[in-house]
């Protein structure tokens, strides 16, 4: 399995981005789907989004559709989220996960089909 490292949290005011970092090593990161997944205080961790192994095919929450733009720099083994346009409900742990695919296509998924995850990375948003 890889191991994963998420970087790029913080806090911003609403309506600001932020882009968060993944990187991954050991394992074939390559043949890996990845995904970002959240959990929020009080909240059961929840999908955000997910990227095949090409990069070919991305799936979106609804809650973040039109906002947040995941990617993946195999050559780097890295994954990324691009998040605009933040809004206050969007404050949560995020954390970078990831299962072994090479499916082209990705769907929504829950939580317990990720078998390698990161320690997460704290997101706030100011309203």
């Known amino acids: 399995q890889v191991q994963l490292v998420e970087s790029g949290g913080g806090l911003v005011q609403a309506g600001g981005s932020l882009r968060l970092s993944c990187a991954a090593a050991?394992?074939?990161?390559?043949?890996?789907?990845m995904g970002w997944l959240r959990q929020a205080p009080g909240k059961e961790r929840e999908f955000v989004a997910s990227?095949?192994?090409?990069?070919?095919?991305?799936a979106y929450a609804d809650s973040v559709k039109g906002r947040f733009t995941i990617s993946r720099d195999n050559a780097k083994n890295t994954v990324y989220l691009l998040m605009n346009s933040l809004k206050p409900e969007d404050t949560a742990v995020y954390y970078c996960?990831?299962?072994?695919?090479?499916?082209?296509?990705?769907?929504?998924?829950?939580?317990?089909?990720?078998?390698?995850w990161g320690q997460g990375t704290q997101v706030t948003v100011s309203s």
């Open positions: 996960a990831g299962y072994s695919s090479t499916a082209f296509s990705v769907r929504i998924r829950p939580p317990a089909d990720f078998k390698s």
């Open positions: 050991g394992g074939t990161f390559s043949s890996y789907t």
């Open positions: 990227i095949s192994w090409s990069g070919g095919s991305t």
